[in-house]
T-cell receptor, first 114, second 115 residues
Framework: AQTVTQSQPEMSVQEAETVTLSCTYD???????LFWYKQPPSRQMILVIRQEAYKQQNATENRFSVNFQKAAKSFSLKISDSQLGDTAMYFCALIQGGSEKLVFGKGTKLTVNP | KAGVTQTPRYLIKTRGQQVTLSCSPISGHRSVSWYQQTPGQGLQFLFEYFSETQRNKGNFPGRFSGRQFSNSRSEMNVSTLELGDSALYLC??????????????FGEGSRLTVL
C-alpha cells in the first residue's frame, strides 16, 4: 500500500521569508508521480508543483521548488519570498504511474503573517 | 476554458435520505475522479470514471455509487445518509488516466452536511 506522511500539521512564516514543508512517502513502485497541491480557504485544490519519480532534477515553479530525495522517500516543498496569498492548506500526494488513484497526506496548514 | 464545475456547492440532508452530486469536467477531459475530504480522515479516493466506465473504487460502502455520462459529466450518489457522510466531496478531471498525465484538476467541491 502507498502512504504519504506530512509531519507538520501547522506552520507559520513571515511575509518575504522562506519556509519548507516536509513530506515522506512509501511505495514499492518505481514509476510514480509526486505532487504538492494547495487548498486556499476558498477550497479549490490547485496544483503547485509536480515531480516525476524517474527525473533526478528537482522540479521548480517560480517561487516553489522541491527537494526530492528518492532513496530516502522524501519530497519537501520550499516556498521562497512567501506572500500572503500563500496562506493555505498544502497537501503532498502520490500517484502510481498508470493508476487512477491519488494518495494524499493529511496536509499542512501554512499561515503567512504580514 | 471553464474549470471543473460541481453542483450543488452546499446542501443539508437528514439521516436516511439520499443525495446526488454533479460534476462537469474540463472540456475534453475524459477521466473524472471523486474524493471525500473530512477533518479526521483527510482526502480519500472514492472512485474514478473514464469513458463511462468505473475503473477504480476506493474503500467505501456500497451506499456510495457513481456514474459517468457520454459527455463525461459525472454524478455520485450516496444513499441512506449517515452523520459520518458529512464532508466536502471533491471532483477532479484529467484528460487521460491521472497516473499517465500526472495531474488532476479539481472543482471547488460540494459541502454536504447530514443532520
Amino acid at each position: 500500500a502507498q502512504t504519504v506522511t506530512q509531519s507538520q500539521p501547522e506552520m507559520s512564516v513571515q511575509e518575504a521569508e522562506t519556509v519548507t514543508l516536509s513530506c515522506t512517502y512509501d511505495t514499492s513502485e518505481s514509476n510514480y508521480y509526486l505532487f504538492w497541491y494547495k487548498q486556499p480557504p476558498s477550497r479549490q485544490m490547485i496544483l503547485v508543483i509536480r515531480q516525476e519519480a524517474y527525473k533526478q532534477q528537482n522540479a521548480t515553479e517560480n517561487r516553489f521548488s522541491v527537494n526530492f530525495q528518492k532513496a530516502a522517500k522524501s519530497f519537501s516543498l520550499k516556498i521562497s519570498d512567501s506572500q500572503l496569498g500563500d496562506t493555505a492548506m498544502y497537501f503532498c500526494a502520490l500517484i502510481q504511474g498508470g493508476s487512477e488513484k491519488l494518495v494524499f497526506g493529511k496536509g499542512t496548514k501554512l499561515t503567512v503573517n504580514p | 476554458k471553464a474549470g471543473v464545475t460541481q453542483t450543488p456547492r452546499y446542501l443539508i440532508k437528514t439521516r436516511g435520505q439520499q443525495v446526488t452530486l454533479s460534476c462537469s469536467p474540463i472540456s475534453g477531459h475524459r477521466s473524472v475522479s471523486w474524493y471525500q475530504q473530512t477533518p479526521g480522515q483527510g482526502l480519500q479516493f472514492l472512485f474514478e470514471y473514464f469513458s463511462e466506465t468505473q475503473r477504480n473504487k476506493g474503500n467505501f460502502p456500497g451506499r456510495f455509487s457513481g456514474r459517468q455520462f457520454s459527455n463525461s459529466r459525472s454524478e455520485m450518489n450516496v444513499s441512506t445518509l449517515e452523520l459520518g457522510d458529512s464532508a466536502l466531496y471533491l471532483c477532479a478531471s484529467s484528460s487521460e488516466t491521472p497516473g499517465v498525465t500526472g495531474e488532476l484538476f479539481f472543482g471547488e467541491g460540494s459541502r454536504l452536511t447530514v443532520l
